[in-house]
């Protein structure tokens, strides 16, 4: 049951993160020009989702150097609700999902 519960959690964190990803990238494209596209365009949702995989990739590979450098001492899977995972991919999948909202925080002062 807790499993479940945390696999829709993640599911719902993601969908909230790539809807705000998809909003402020139709913000951005209303501002720039509008040019007929030489190639095929992609979805909206498509472009989120790579954006937010190679986010999630960039502090991943930050994390695993940095570790790494210092010599610090971490397990290879964490089992929570009877999930096992790589505690630094889900650490950088979760930075990742909080960036849109943490950068328009910043923003916004």
Not at 20 to 43: F, G, Q
């Amino acid at each position: 049951m807790a499993s479940l519960v945390l696999i829709l959690t993640v599911i719902v964190l993601v969908y909230f993160s790539v809807k705000k990803r998809v909003y402020l990238r139709s913000l951005r494209a209303r501002a720039a020009d509008s040019e007929l596209p030489l190639e095929p365009e992609e979805s909206p949702v498509s472009r989120a989702l790579v954006e937010l995989v190679a986010v999630a990739g960039g502090i991943y590979l930050a994390l695993i150097m940095g570790v790494n450098f210092l010599k610090l001492s971490m397990p290879n899977m964490v089992m929570i609700g009877g999930i096992a995972f790589d505690p630094m991919a889900a650490l950088a999948l979760t930075v990742a999902i909080c960036e849109p909202y943490v950068r328009r925080l910043l923003r916004a002062k």
